[in-house]
Nanobody, 124 residues
Framework: QVQLVESGGGLVQAGGSLRLSCAASRSTLSSYAMGWFRQAPGKEREFVATINRSGGSTYYADSVKGRFTISRDNAKNTVYLQMNSLKPEDTAVYYC?????????????????WGQGTQVTVSS
């Protein structure tokens, strides 16, 4: 089974940018549709973005559309989330997730594997 490890989180001022990475091991990333989710304190985990196995199709939450970009490099076994024009409401722990059957999805329960998360804090 795949193991996912996120990195790239940190503290940034509003309007700034961060790029998150999700590195896969123990399996080939190209076998998985991938997603990014986030969870703020006291809130439910929410969908951010998802990408299909080839990288040719993506889908975003309305709250991040036009600001965030999901991409993948299957040769490097890595998925990315480029986050621009960050807002304080983007503050959360960000998780990547992998789904080994079916198309990409915005539903957390559709995913089989999860990383441990990386904290993103946006100051005003």
């Amino acid at each position: 089974q795949v193991q996912l490890v996120e990195s790239g989180g940190g503290l940034v001022q509003a309007g700034g940018s961060l790029r998150l990475s999700c590195a896969a091991s123990r399996s080939t990333l190209s076998s998985y549709a991938m997603g990014w989710f986030r969870q703020a304190p006291g809130k439910e985990r929410e969908f951010v973005a998802t990408i299909n196995r080839s990288g040719g199709s993506t889908y975003y939450a309305d709250s991040v559309k036009g600001r965030f970009t999901i991409s993948r490099d299957n040769a490097k076994n890595t998925v990315y989330l480029q986050m621009n024009s960050l807002k304080p409401e983007d503050t959360a722990v960000y998780y990547c997730a992998g789904r080994n059957k079916g198309a990409y999805s915005y539903t957390p329960n559709a995913y089989d594997y999860w990383g441990q998360g990386t904290q993103v804090t946006v100051s005003s």
